[in-house]
């Protein structure tokens, strides 16, 4: 079994709910900004979940790891991370 093969399968049972989430914009105060970038098709599910292990090992955000693994620009995270402040303040 390969590394992201078994990192995959520890981190499906957290990330599963998430995938049956409706596009309502209550839903969307509830999701991450893995679960915005994924659903954007910017990032896959095998690159969040090696980033959101990692993250355990490493003192960095998420946008900082997906950005210094080359998978995203500091723009791209920018973006999102205004995006989910302002959805969360507009309620």
Known sequence: MSEMSALKR????????????????????RQRLGDHLVEAGLVNDVQ?????????????RLGELLVRNGWLTQQTVEFFVARLCLTSTAR
């Open 10 to 29: 520890a981190e499906e049972p957290m990330y599963a709910s998430v995938k049956t989430a409706t596009a309502t914009s209550a839903t969307m105060d």
């Open 48 to 60: 969040l979940h090696y980033a959101l292990a990692e993250q355990k090992t490493v003192p960095l």
